[in-house]
């Protein structure tokens, strides 16, 4: 008797992030880069949760709608400091700023998920879903904000910071999913899979 693996719809993830882009690969997918148009200015920004879902669900609902046949995965993560959502930095200046209010105190890394599947052309079944993570800084001087900023890496990261990169050392702990300040919870996103027939690691054999 032959083996044979479930057959999957193709996988799409709508996202340019390279980072997202290499944890979607852990969990042994097959997987194609669409990145969305959407434009995520026009969600209201409170609450997090709220923003993260719909900007999510903006991203694969665009990238979908073009597809006849796909599992299509958003995503969007942003940090939250008080009552404030901090993005990407415009600059040198304001990732110093950003990175001043982060020091010596605890801020929450939300992320928004939505899985669309999608079957002749039209959307069968749609998961939203988010996951947050609190992050613990440790207090940072002057010498070291400006030592990190110099580096290039807080320009283009949510919170002016990478958890996975030189960032590393600015985290002093965390409570929740790692995966998830990275920007992809991917404990949370196999299980969305799973829900809509996509087996765990990317092959589930029957006997034929």
């Not at 958890?163 to 050392?169: D, T």
Request: proline residues 5%; contains cysteine; negative net charge.
């Amino acid at each position: 008797m032959a083996a044979e693996k479930t057959r999957v719809p193709p996988i799409v993830l709508a996202s340019a992030s390279p980072r997202r882009e290499e944890l979607l690969r852990l969990l042994g997918l097959e997987f194609q880069v669409v990145p969305s148009d959407f434009d995520e200015s026009a969600v209201a920004a409170w609450p997090p949760e709220g923003h993260v879902v719909q900007s999510a669900s903006g991203k694969a609902q665009d990238v979908a709608s073009g597809l006849d046949e796909a599992i299509v995965i958003g995503a969007d993560t942003v940090v939250v400091v008080d009552d404030s959502i901090l993005g990407k930095p415009t600059d040198d200046q304001d990732a110093r700023r950003m990175l001043r209010v982060l020091s010596g105190r605890s801020h929450y890394v939300f992320t928004g998920l939505c899985v669309v599947k999608r079957q002749g052309g039209r959307t069968i079944a749609c998961i939203e879903d988010y996951v947050r993570t609190e992050v613990c800084f440790g207090e940072l001087s002057d010498e070291v904000i400006d030592a990190y900023v110099g580096t290039g890496e807080p320009l283009d990261k949510a919170g002016a910071y990478g958890i996975q990169e030189r960032g590393s050392v600015l985290v002093e702990g965390i409570v929740g999913d790692y995966f998830n300040v990275v920007g992809l919870p991917v404990y949370r996103l196999s299980r969305m899979l799973m829900e809509l027939g996509v087996p765990l690691f990317g092959s589930r054999e029957s006997e034929t």
